[in-house]
C-alpha cells in the first residue's frame, strides 16, 4: 500500500513556500456575505474546522481525536458547495476539489489523481479537501452491481483513513441516507451540517444580498417573498438572472431592436445605459418562468388554495386550525403549555366531500410547504424500496420545514397488520410508525392523512402522538352545498338569472358541484361560442345539474351490478 502521509510530508516540504496557497485564497471569490439564511450554520461549520486545527494542543491534552470529516447535506440548490467555499474563505483556508473520476485508477496506473491532489492539500495546509456530491458515487455497497463502483467507495474510504494533519476534509450530498455507512462513522464524515429549503425571512434574507448587485428600481422585497415559497437559493439567483434578461429585452423591445432582421439597419434610440434597470414587472414575470426545484422534483410548494375558496366544512375548519394552523404559526404558545410535537390529523369520509382540498388549504393558511402523495405510489416490488420512499419522503419534509405532508388514500399503505391480505403493509406500517414516532426529531413537519376506509387502518397509527385528530368530513348539506356552488360561480362569469338556492342539489359532494359548474360552462360556450362575453345562466346549471345526475346514477348502477 502506498504511504500516502510520507508521500504528503515530502510535498509538503517542497512546495510549503512557494505561494500556492496565496494564490488559491485570492481565486476563492466566495463568500459568506453572499449568502443569506443560514447564521446557525455558518457558526456551526467554522466551529468544526477551526477547533480542530487551533487548538490541536487541548485535544491532545484531553486525549481524543478531533473529528476532521464533515458532511454538509441539503436539497438541491439550497448552496452546499457555496457553503463550503464560503467556509474555506472565512476561516482562510484553500479549498482543493475532488470528483468521482479523480478515484477511479487509470489504465495501468498505480495512483490515482486524489492522490496528487490531496499532496497540494497538504502542500497549502492548513486547508480544505472537498468532495462534492459524495452521494452520487459512494452509495451503499451492497446495492452496488458494478465492481468499479465499489472500489471506488473502497478508495474514498481508504483516502478518508489516510487525510494528514492539517487538512479538514469537507463533503456534500444531497440524499446522505443513501452514503455508505462505513463513510459516516466516528473518525470520518462524522459532523454533520443540514442546510434547509429557506423561511420565508431567510428568502428576504437572500433576495436582497442577490438584488444589492444589480441594477434595479425599488422592489417589494415583502411581496416577492411571499410569492417565492418552495424556493432555494439556486431557484431565487435564477429569478434574478431571468429579470435581468427580462428587463434587457423590455427596453430593445421598446426601442424597436428586437424584430428586425437580423443585418437590417438600426435607426432607434436605445435606453441608455445608467437608465437600465429592473423593475416589478420584470420580477413578476420571472417568476412565472422560473419554477422551484421542489416542484422540479416532484414536489409541491405552498398551494394557493383559500379556507375562503372552500364552502361549508366550518366545524371541520375550526378544528384543523388548532390542530395544524396554530401550532404552526404560533409554535412558542404550544410550547408554554406543553405541546411540541406537532399533532397528525386523519380526514376519512367519502369520495368528493373535500379533504384533498382542506389539506391544501391548511399548507397555504399555515404558509407551510406541502408535499403530497398518493399511497400507491410509495408501494415498490423491490424489497427495502417502498421504506426508503418513506424516509426520503420524512427527510425531505424536514428540509423543507415547515411543511405538511398529505398522504391521499393512506389506507393503501397502513392496512391492518399481521391479516395476510398486504405484503407491503407490515413493513410500511413500521418504518411510517418509525418516522412518525420522530426517532430524529420531526420537527415542523405536519401530519394529514385521507381514506374513505377508515376501518382498515392500523389502530397502531391512532393512538396519542400520531394521527391524534381523527376528524369525519361528511357530505355538505344542502345549504353547504348552496355556499360551496356560490363560491364556485363568483370566480366565473355569471348573468343576473343565476340564483344557486333554486337548485335541487340535495345528494351531491363538493366535487360533483365542482363538475356542475364544469358543465354549465361548457353547454354555454357550446351554445355561444361566437358570443364575445359568454355568462353561465341558471338554465345552463339546470342542464348540468342533470347531466351530473345522470352520470352519478349511472355510476351507482355500474358498481351495483357485480352485487346483483
Known amino acids: 500500500m502506498v504511504d500516502y502521509n510520507k508521500r504528503l510530508r515530502e510535498s509538503y516540504m517542497q512546495n510549503r513556500e512557494t ?3 496565496e494564490k488559491m485564497l485570492s481565486q476563492n471569490k466566495h463568500s459568506f456575505e453572499h449568502l443569506g439564511g443560514i447564521a446557525s450554520q455558518k457558526k456551526e461549520i467554522v466551529d468544526c ?3 480542530p486545527l487551533e487548538f490541536a494542543k487541548y485535544y491532545e491534552f484531553l486525549g481524543v481525536v478531533s473529528s476532521t470529516g464533515i458532511l454538509v447535506h441539503g436539497p438541491g440548490g439550497s448552496g ?21 473520476s479523480d478515484f477511479v485508477l487509470r489504465g495501468s496506473a498505480v495512483e490515482d489523481n486524489a492522490t496528487a491532489l490531496l499532496q497540494k492539500a497538504a502542500a497549502v495546509s492548513p486547508s480544505i479537501a472537498f468532495i462534492d456530491g459524495i452521494d452520487s458515487f459512494c452509495r451503499k455497497r451492497d446495492s452496488l452491481d458494478n465492481e468499479t463502483d465499489k472500489r471506488v467507495v473502497t478508495r474514498v474510504i481508504d483516502f478518508i483513513d489516510n487525510l494528514p494533519k492539517g487538512v479538514i476534509l469537507i463533503a456534500t450530498a444531497t440524499t446522505p441516507d443513501d452514503i455508505d455507512p462505513s463513510l459516516r462513522r466516528s473518525g470520518r464524515l462524522d459532523k454533520e451540517v443540514k442546510l434547509f429549503v429557506p423561511t420565508e425571512p431567510d428568502r428576504q434574507e437572500i433576495l436582497q444580498k442577490l438584488f444589492r448587485e444589480v441594477k434595479h ?10 410569492n417565492t415559497p418552495g ?12 429579470s435581468g434578461h427580462i428587463a434587457v429585452k423590455r427596453a430593445l ?27 416589478t414587472s420584470d420580477v413578476e414575470e420571472a417568476l412565472r418562468k422560473i419554477q422551484p426545484s421542489a416542484r422540479k422534483e416532484g414536489f409541491i410548494v405552498i398551494p394557493d388554495t383559500n379556507f375562503e375558496d372552500i364552502g361549508a366544512l366550518h366545524e371541520v375548519k375550526s378544528i384543523l386550525e388548532m390542530a395544524i394552523i396554530n401550532p404552526s404559526l404560533f409554535p412558542e404558545r404550544f410550547a408554554r403549555v406543553g405541546i411540541k410535537k406537532p399533532a397528525g390529523v386523519l380526514l376519512y369520509g367519502p369520495p368528493g366531500t373535500g379533504k384533498t382540498m382542506l389539506a391544501r388549504a391548511i399548507a397555504s393558511r399555515s404558509h407551510c410547504n406541502f408535499i403530497s402523495v398518493k399511497g400507491p405510489e410509495i408501494i415498490n416490488m423491490y424489497y427495502g424500496e417502498s421504506e426508503r420512499s418513506i424516509r426520503n419522503l420524512f427527510a425531505r419534509a424536514r428540509a423543507s420545514q415547515p411543511c405538511v405532508i398529505f398522504f391521499d388514500e393512506i389506507d393503501s399503505i397502513c392496512g391492518r397488520r399481521g391479516n395476510g391480505t398486504n405484503r407491503y403493509s407490515d413493513t410500511l406500517v413500521n418504518q411510517l410508525l418509525v418516522e412518525m414516532d420522530g426517532l430524529e426529531e420531526r420537527g415542523a413537519v405536519y401530519l394529514i392523512g385521507a381514506t374513505n376506509r377508515l376501518d382498515i387502518i392500523d389502530r397502531a397509527l391512532l393512538r396519542p402522538g400520531r394521527f391524534d385528530n381523527v376528524i369525519e368530513v361528511k357530505p355538505p348539506t344542502n345549504e353547504g352545498l348552496v355556499e360551496i356552488l356560490a363560491k364556485k360561480l363568483a370566480k366565473v362569469c355569471v348573468d343576473v338569472t343565476v340564483n344557486p338556492q333554486d337548485l335541487p342539489l340535495q345528494g351531491l359532494t363538493g366535487a360533483e358541484v365542482d363538475l356542475l359548474v ?3 360552462g361548457s353547454i354555454c360556450l357550446r351554445e355561444g361560442m361566437t358570443q364575445p362575453n359568454p355568462s353561465i345562466s341558471q338554465t345552463h346549471l339546470i342542464q348540468a345539474l ?3 345526475l345522470a352520470k352519478k346514477e349511472s355510476l351507482v348502477g355500474s358498481t351495483a351490478a357485480p352485487e346483483q
Open 217 to 226: 428600481a425599488d422592489l417589494d422585497f415583502l411581496t416577492m417573498t411571499k
Open 19 to 21: 505561494g500556492e496557497r
Open 231 to 242: 424556493y432555494v437559493g439556486a431557484d431565487l439567483k435564477a429569478l434574478v438572472t431571468e
Open 80 to 100: 452546499k458547495t457555496s457553503f463550503v467555499f464560503g467556509a474555506g474563505k472565512e476561516c482562510s483556508l484553500p479549498v482543493v476539489s475532488f470528483t468521482r
Open 546 to 548: 342533470a347531466l351530473v
Open 253 to 279: 423591445t421598446a426601442a424597436g431592436k428586437i424584430g428586425r432582421e437580423l443585418n437590417a439597419p438600426y435607426s432607434g434610440v436605445l435606453v441608455p445605459l445608467e437608465l437600465m434597470q429592473i423593475t
Open 49 to 51: 474546522i477551526k477547533l
Open 518 to 520: 364544469r358543465e354549465a
